[in-house]
């Protein structure tokens, strides 16, 4: 049974940070690329980042670009989202999935929501 259990959501004054988690199970766990999505209220599911099974590289796309770090811990089949400088507009449900190498995505995990406050 495939899990992807994302973890850490909460609410956030702006300009501040979070780390969300996604902890893995039922897969092999170095075998698939690990990314963050979001989804704000009534807008489109976005990709964030992406780790890549194929050479362990992380890469950013635009909406948190310079705010965000990935960090993963193989021991504990867990990738971390690291958020900063935080912004109301970053309030959206954030998802982690696999194989973000791949499309389309073949697991979802359920999402964690994120508020940020003005």
């Known amino acids: 049974d495939v899990q992807l259990q994302a973890s850490g959501g909460g609410l956030v004054q702006a300009g501040g940070s979070l780390r969300l988690s996604c902890a893995v199970s039922g897969i092999t766990f170095d075998a698939y690329g690990i990314g963050w999505f979001r989804q704000a209220p009534g807008k489109k599911r976005e990709e964030l980042s992406c780790t890549s099974s194929i050479d362990s590289e992380t890469s950013y796309r635009d909406p948190v670009k310079g705010r965000a770090t990935v960090s993963v811990d193989d021991a504990k089949n867990t990738v971390y989202l690291q958020m900063n400088n935080l912004k109301p507009e970053d309030t959206a449900v954030y998802y982690c999935?696999?194989?973000?190498?791949?499309?389309?995505?073949?697991?979802w995990g359920q999402g964690t929501l994120v508020t940020v406050s003005s």
């Open positions: 999935a696999a194989d973000c190498d791949l499309s389309p995505i073949e697991y």
